[in-house]
């Protein structure tokens, strides 16, 4: 009976790799007025079948590509810790019942951990601000043109539009590149290195998928080796130093292949080499003036690409799973700039 299950199993996988590749978007740019979703609009039945022959292969594993949460994890310079407290063992009287739950004390959930970006996440000003005064948020534009008082009209007020909870359910293929082999010689890229749109086409090619390219609605993932400082506990305090990341022209590149996602294993998405954070380094080069976190402006508030930050991506490129249908479901919290999330991957190893 097993055999006669695996055989059916690859009748049915080969038959879904015979059906004609849905590679096309739903929707082409531009998108209609009031857009709050981006490239999100690239998804729908067509991302969907093409995880068909994926999920189908009786050679797939699945892969967790987020890490284990918890209060000694890395934690991002750039949000309030997070904390979790956990309650003790408690009862009904009168009851059988014991249970257990935990709370969050302090933190910023959204921004630490495995986590993404809500396009609301950053705007972008008219001009450069001194650092005097009164921060100018007024003038602030975000994707889509909307204006901050239609985003965030108060201090205190969520995202009113272009929230987290916008994101639909990303059901699609992903396609890995391994930097980490091919720009790093096998060893972790340095801070400040990039990945160029030069070499996303050359990874693309020295990995066999050079016809198939991206395609509208594909999330992209890049191993870039960063992640395996990721400790827990993180008793070196030295992941969210520094790392490399990706170049703007690779930013602008993955724009016109209307790349839904893409998610690097680094804290950043943009490069940040040493001493960039306490101002005694410069952006990488190419970096338009005033925009050291260029990737972060450029995705969010222009392209409308959603990026997760901290993928756990080593399991992946280990086995060499270029091809694989992702899974991405960020939480539905109204308003949120971002959102812890769990991403995984379903495809077949080829090493």
């Given amino acids: 009976m097993l055999r006669i299950a695996k055989v059916r199993a690859l ?16 929707q082409r740019p531009p998108w209609p007025a009031g857009d709050e979703i981006g490239m999100a609009n690239t998804l729908g039945t067509g991302t969907w079948q ?3 022959a994926q999920l189908a292969n009786p050679n797939a ?11 000694t994890m890395p934690q991002s310079p750039f949000g309030v810790p997070l904390r979790d407290k956990y309650r003790p063992t408690v009862g009904i009287p009168g009851t059988l019942h014991a249970f257990n739950g935990e709370e969050t004390v302090s933190g910023e959930p959204g921004a630490q951990g495995t986590q ?45 539009k272009l929230g987290i909870e916008k994101v639909p359910p ?16 096998g060893k972790a890229m340095q801070p400040g ?40 506990p993180d008793t070196e305090k030295f992941y ?8 703007y022209d690779a930013a602008k590149y993955i724009e016109q292949k209307q790349v839904v996602l893409v998610a690097l294993d680094n804290p950043f998405t943009d490069p940040v080499a040493d001493g960039m954070l306490q101002g005694k380094a410069g952006p990488a080069p190419g970096t338009p003036p005033g925009l050291p976190f260029a990737i972060h402006h450029h995705n969010l508030s222009q392209s409308g690409i959603h990026q997760i930050q901290n993928a756990n991506l080593g399991a992946l490129a280990a086995d060499k799973v270029w091809v694989s249908c992702t899974i991405i479901l960020p939480l539905r919290s109204q308003g949120g700039s971002g959102s812890p999330v769990r991403p995984v991957a379903i495809g077949a190893p080829s090493r």
């Fill in 50 to 52: 093409r995880c068909a």
């Fill in 193 to 232: 290195a990039i990945v160029t749109a030069a070499n996303i086409e050359a990874m693309l090619a020295a990995q066999g998928l050079g016809s198939r390219g991206l395609m509208p609605g594909d999330v992209l993932y890049i191993y870039t080796g960063w992640g395996d400082n990721w400790k827990d």
């Fill in 116 to 160: 993404m970006d809500a396009l609301g996440h950053f705007a972008v000003l008219p001009q450069a601000w001194d650092g005097k005064g009164e921060f100018p948020s007024g003038g602030a534009k975000y994707y889509g043109g909307y204006t901050q008082q239609q985003v965030k009209p108060t201090a205190d007020s969520p995202l009113l």
């Fill in 170 to 185: 990303i059901v699609t293929t992903a396609v890995l590149l391994d930097a980490k082999a091919h720009l790093g010689g």
């Fill in 11 to 26: 009748g049915i996988a080969c038959a879904l790799a015979a059906v004609p590749v849905v590679g096309t978007a739903q």
């Fill in 240 to 247: 969210y130093t520094k790392g490399p990341g990706l170049a």
């Fill in 61 to 71: 594993k699945s892969y967790e590509l987020s890490h284990v949460r918890s209060n």
